[in-house]
């Protein structure tokens, strides 16, 4: 909008004046004001850089006065410029510019895979070049493309030097794989030490093939080649960072799939999982029609023929044996949406609460813990804080594996010298960088916490204003935490008292302090009461309910937040009310107008148990592989085996589908619209990109199938008319629309009037007070029973390429990145067993045993073993235990008495 010349906050673009904003460069202020300025090296992304000069501009500090040659996107706009993007003499400069590049570019426009989507070529058009004038110098013969990576390409012949992909890599995910080797026409992109895409250390995030103005880094998707009207904005399904995505479809098949650069969650960056793992959706083992078990195999059905059978059986064992001797398992990784739709399944159709979901396995005790400090059991704060927090502390998380695109944020912070805490017993890529990385002994988070606590408060930094207008319970907290012996604490945890000290003062004495939390605090016998420690560390400094601080869980999945949201829990149903509570019952009954159950139901763990004393008879299960990632393996296998009716719905034949009565096809997120909520409660619209695979339907459509074979009305799946129903229902949900979603979604509590919060509890908490919780740490019993006969403990977490079970990802090319489980030991622990690296050894508990592959390394303290859990030909859950979280029966992933020798 143009402003009033008279104003002092002024420059001028080709005579016309403009109101400036601080901090702007000549580029970014043109480009608000729909000026166009070519540009080859810039990119809004990455740090002014300055590199072709095809931006520069006429600039003068008087209409009338002398101008200078500046390059725009690093000059900073100023009071009473005079700007001329296209006079005679930068339209020559600039064409002279261009016309130098192509001396050093292959002019084969037409055969490349960049051609009609190439910044080269446009640039070319736009400052008039109809012809090379210049002699074409350079020998591109000894240039070879490098195609050794399961995504990434490589053709540097195409290069100008814009050295945007090394500063992606760099600016953007932190991991510095790219440079450049040499001089003049003999300047090179590089690969670490001058190696191949598949032998360096680069994590495919595709942020370089991004970035490339040409056809130099691209990658197997020919990403740049792909020219498509039907372009579609929705949702990644692995993580709960919530990516934006952009699905290049055509003819009912995608394409590609790349980052908006405009996406306020990740801003054109995503992971390699969401930028290139997306093939499973129209893999060959898709499961395309319905299966039923006859004569011990599954066969195929009819979807008539499916529903009958499931709702004869459903209403057989309500009638032998009661609603309660039924439970279903919803989804993380289905929408908001189908979640809600399988939880009013459970309580309206069948009559019972026993609806649980994989939220259980991962972040049962984030929403426990959180709700009984603050009465909210979601993230404080929003991601964007970290632009600007003073601290970060990272607790159980690993976000640069399992979190990639708020980990490479965080990174970057990290590097850059920010103030930061990593607990972890592993050394994480965080932690490498981290001020403080406190390596405790798996399990014994409470213990360290409490360490931090009991220095925090001698050293008077508490927030005295805080604890005493914003909170309950302190003096008895407070006593508590005087009384410690930071000594035993010490032999505890492993950690030095004295770096424990440090990095509390440290946490303390910052003006914003922010914190991250994920499994490796919630998979833990003491996992609620570890994350209500966390929060009296944030609550008595102060650092809760404004900018740049907080208790910022990060979840698992990518929907973990909206299926606890939509109550897929025994305990609490939709908006998160008390089942047991009399006034909640009714307040259920006038939504739903049928009688509700009255009983807390079963959580998963306790389905087990049900199923093995014969008191649960069906069970649906949807989009979840409990069969491999749940702990335990051979007696979860059993617990099912032992239930009448199972029901599976699934896009593959997992291991759990396998022991199904009735197998359904469900949707990929790439075929169904609804919504998922990321880790900052931030609503985001899925959109449906092609069709379901053969006559596979949506996860919500059949569940709604189901309600009507029960005689339950039901309208059809549909997102709007549903967030309609749920709107009436969730308080925090009262102003979500679909058609007012838009691409970055809302972030909840989302008022009537549809305004959204970014940051909770500014004021007060949910529950009124914030409330203070002591707890002693306590030796967890896998430890207490085990330890003797099985000396080592276990820890476990996820890795970058691939995704919990990896059902998805297995199914792509990232199998042909990472392909099995390794296990990781100490030195002196593989010396003691006389063990070599990449040897394979027989890893053993109280439960079972696998056969894994090691690699020695000091990542891990000795005593320590560490593995993932990706692969179903490894089951690394045959070791792992049903020890779980007191209050939330979370399993206790994180630690494992297990023994080690050769195989």
Known sequence: MTSNPKLDNIAFINGQPFAIEQGESIL???????????????????????????????????????????????????????IQTQSPSIQKLRKNIIELVLTDHPLDCLTCESNGNCELQDVAAEVGIREVRYKNAADHSHYEKDTSHPYMRSDLSKCINCYRCVRACDEIQGEFVLGVKGRGFDSKIIKGENLSFDDSACVSCGACAQTCPTAAISDVFQSKSIQTDEKVRTICSYCGVGCNLEVSVKNNEILSIRAPNEAKVNAGHTCLKGRYAWRFYNHPDRLKEPLIRKNGELVQATWDEAYQVIADKFTQIKNNFGADAIAGISSARCTNEENYLMQK?????IGTNNIDSCARVCHSPTAFGMQAAFGTGAATNSVEDLNVTEFIMIIGANPVAAHPVTGAKIKQKLMKGIGSIVIDPVETEVARYATFHLQLRPGTNVALLNMMAFFIVQANLIDEVFIQSRSEGWKDYVAAIKSLNVNELENITGVNQTLVKQAAIAYASAKSAMSFHGLGVTEHSQGSSTVMSIADLAMMTGNIGRPGVGVNPLRGQNNVQGAADMGCQPHQGAGYFPVDNTDNQKYYEEKYAVPMPKNIGYKIPQMYEAAQKGKLKGLWIMGEDIAQSDPNHHYVVDSLNKIDFIVVQEIFLSETAKLADVVLPGASFLEKSGTFTNGERRIQAVRQAVKPVGNAKSDGQIVVDVMRAMGVEQVDYEPAALLQEISQIVPFFAGVKWDELGNDGKQWPVLADGSDTKILHTESFKRGLGKFHYFDWYETNEIKNNAKQFPFILTTSRNLEHYNAGTMTRRTGNKDIVSEDILLIHPKDAANKKLQSEQKVRLFSARGEVNLKIQISKKVKPGILYTTFHFPEDMVNNITSSECDSETLCPEYKVVAVDVEAA
Do not use: W
């Open 345 to 349: 399944f459970m309580r309206v159709a």
């Open 28 to 82: 970014q202020f043109a480009n608000r004001n729909n000026f166009s300025i070519p540009t080859l090296c810039d990119d809004s992304r990455l740090e002014s850089y300055g590199a072709c000069r095809v931006c520069s501009v006429d600039v003068a500090l008087q209409s009338d006065g002398k101008s200078k040659t500046m390059a725009s996107c690093h000059t900073p706009i100023a009071q009473g410029m005079h």
